[in-house]
RNA sequence: GCGCCCGUAGCUCAGCUGGAUAGAGCGUCGGCCUCCGGAGCCGAAGGCCACAGGUUCGAAUCCUGUCGGGCGUACCA
């Protein structure tokens, strides 16, 4: 890199101070204002004191006592309070752009080795259709599955069911009394019962469906995973007809069985897709709950008290002890957690990545603490805390609740403002800031989104290359000597911006941050259509026209790349606008 | 009370390991299509970076405190 081939140079100017290499890191940075150069450095400015020097002066000397290969820094500059900024040649930047173009660049980067991670997100409850706070998390995880895969490791996506438990009991407890209702039966529905309106109508559909049709429906289940959520056999007349704590399980499978399917299609139209769908229930059925207790108990950190039974948190920095059974004998969520990420453990992964929401950070140090006792090491388990969305509707907050039935589904969200639409808004942002998502104006800006601007500048090169088609001419692909006749300003400063994209992705995937791939793209976009508007492509001499297709292809490269990193359809052309 | 996160333009947010004149989108105002797509380009207005101290040659960025907002502090999931 470019950055270490200027540290080289310093640490070896700085010798004759007296300073190595352990000494000082240099931290060589690329200026905000343009035409401080390409690369800059604060060498000077840090040393001066600890030499006694004016920084300038010293900065100046510094610079005079290196000298680096005129293709590779065309200039080295002394500036302000004593920068040191550097010129990065030409025939270089033309050698990062070709090494894009050929693939080369993100061959490179694949530097993960092939380790394999797991990365759980969504993983919403199976107790309705997936709502708008589910969105954010899906855009994350699935760029993020996307950024590691692309630094060369082997990411698997997974989500997991919490299909067992007093929620799925009310689960079913909800749609039978629906049902039950609709038949005109008097019933009591249950306390805290779900109340919300994809019951009532899953209801009614039972009413319609006799036992071949809710067959039917469960064939649509084709994988293994799902084969525990299929339906009864029977209808819902017969699943009435058994004593009441089995006739609920059926309700409540037949209930699990219709959301999960909607769960699973809503992710598939957003865009996301998982390896592994993890059911809460195959803990409970492979005994893995108990095994993980056995192993904790071997590892001294459980103890019993008040007849339940309490894992040792404390010992591992949590700041109080956590009931991993109740005193009725059933095992708690947390203990459930604890067995399904022993068991990821188990599957050989290197390392897991959750995505949870703020209200879940409390939760981190005795899941964590866990692994410890269970003897893996304290950063296996890596959690990245997604902040809280705050959506609004005509400017004020939403309470979103499942079991009332109030809330925003995603569906909902992409019907209005679109699925691309929706996934840039969140990805612009950081994981931990909070967002407003203002419905209405989501909508009413939809048009208006940056993602247009973006997908704007790959359709607008795609429709330059088919003119250049259509009028005969030959698009070359790139090469060092179309490339280097690059000379206008705007070509240059798109240059400088593309060339970055490895780094970029590096970046964002080490650091978790796919924000910075918006970032990127978005000022890709920019400066590609600034060089679209100070420089005619088609119609000029045929080496400047041969040269500025060459920039257009490396352009639409980046821009397709960062798009299928976040999931985002790179368009040939833009259709209508309303 | 304690813990985590956040306070940057009218609104929503960027600002990479501290750097040289704090940015973008939307909104507002003004220009640009006989020319490769105007979902574009050019320009203007708009900021005591919540507040107060501290560290540093240098702070939106690091430390402390104050104020304001969100979340957590279950034998719920």
Not at 38 to 61: V, W
Not at 77 to 95: D, L, M, S
Not at 100 to 111: H, K, P, V, W, Y
Request: charged share 25%; hydrophobic share 40%; aromatic share 10%.
């Amino acid at each position: 890199m470019i950055e270490d081939v200027i540290r080289t140079g310093l640490h070896q100017a700085l010798e004759k101070y007296g300073i190595y290499e352990d000494d000082i890191a240099i931290v060589v940075g690329k200026p905000r204002e343009r035409s401080h150069g390409d690369l800059s450095t604060n060498l000077a400015l840090a040393l001066a004191k600890r030499l006694d020097r004016k920084p300038r002066e010293f900065a100046g000397e510094l610079a005079a006592g290196i000298s680096f290969p005129k293709d590779v820094i065309e200039s080295v500059e002394i500036a302000g309070p004593g920068f040191i900024n550097f010129r990065v040649a030409r025939p270089y930047q033309v050698g990062r752009l070709l090494e894009i173009a050929s693939g080369e660049a993100l061959a490179d980067i694949r530097t993960g080795g092939g380790k394999r991670i797991n990365v759980e997100f969504v993983s919403a409850n199976p107790t309705g259709p997936l709502n708008v706070v589910s969105a954010r998390a899906g855009a994350f995880g699935v760029t993020l599955v996307n950024l590691l895969d692309a630094v060369g490791y082997d990411a698997h996506s997974e989500y997991y069911v919490n299909d067992s438990g007093r929620q799925i009991q009310l689960l079913g407890q909800s749609l039978r009394a629906h049902y039950m209702q609709l038949r005109g039966d008097v019933v009591e529905f249950p306390a805290d019962g779900y109340l919300g309106r994809y019951l009532e109508i899953m209801a009614a559909e039972l009413l319609d469906h006799d036992s071949e049709a809710i067959q039917r429906a469960a064939s649509a289940f084709d994988d293994e995973s799902f084969q525990r959520v299929v339906a009864p056999e029977g209808n819902a007349d017969d699943w009435l007809e058994l004593p009441e704590d089995k006739s609920v399980r059926c309700f409540a499978k037949y209930a699990l069985m219709k959301i999960l399917s909607w769960q699973r299609e809503t992710c598939r139209r957003f865009g996301l897709r998982f390896d592994t769908w993890y059911f809460e229930s195959e803990l409970h059925e492979t005994k893995r709950i108990e095994r993980a207790l056995d192993k904790l108990r071997k590892a001294n950190a459980i103890y019993e008290e008040q007849s339940a039974v309490w894992f040792r948190a404390t010992d591992y920095g949590d700041e109080k002890d956590r009931v991993v059974v109740r005193a009725d004998g059933r095992p708690t969520y947390f203990v459930a957690d604890v067995a399904y990420h022993y068991h990821k453990f188990q599957r050989g992964f290197e390392r897991a990545i959750d995505f949870w929401g703020p209200d879940h950070h409390g939760y981190i140090a005795r899941m964590q603490g866990a692994m410890t006792a269970l003897g893996i090491a304290a950063d296996w388990l890596e959690v990245q805390i997604l902040q809280h969305v705050t959506f609004l509707e005509h400017g004020r907050p939403i309470n979103m609740s499942k079991r009332k039935g109030l809330f925003v589904t995603m569906d909902e969200l992409m019907d209005e403002v679109g699925a691309d639409v929706a996934k840039y808004i969140f990805l612009t942002r950081k994981p931990n800031s909070h967002l407003d998502f203002d419905l209405d104006l989501a909508k009413e800006q939809s048009n208006e989104n940056p993602v247009y601007y973006v997908k704007y500048a790959h359709a607008r090169i795609c429709s330059v290359l088919r003119t250049a088609a259509a009028a005969g001419v030959t698009v070359p692909q790139p090469d060092a000597a179309g490339l280097s006749r690059l000379s206008e300003p705007s070509e240059w400063s798109l240059v400088r911006e593309l060339v970055r994209m490895p780094q970029v992705i590096v970046s964002a995937a080490r650091s978790r941050e796919p924000h910075r791939l918006t970032a990127f793209i978005h000022e890709v976009a920019g400066l590609f259509h600034q060089f679209y508007h100070q420089c005619k492509i088609l119609g000029e001499d045929a080496d400047v026209t041969a040269s500025r297709l060459q920039l257009c292809l490396v352009t639409r490269q980046v821009i397709a790349t960062i798009l299928q990193l976040i999931s985002i359809e790179a368009p040939e052309s833009m259709g209508d606008k309303e």
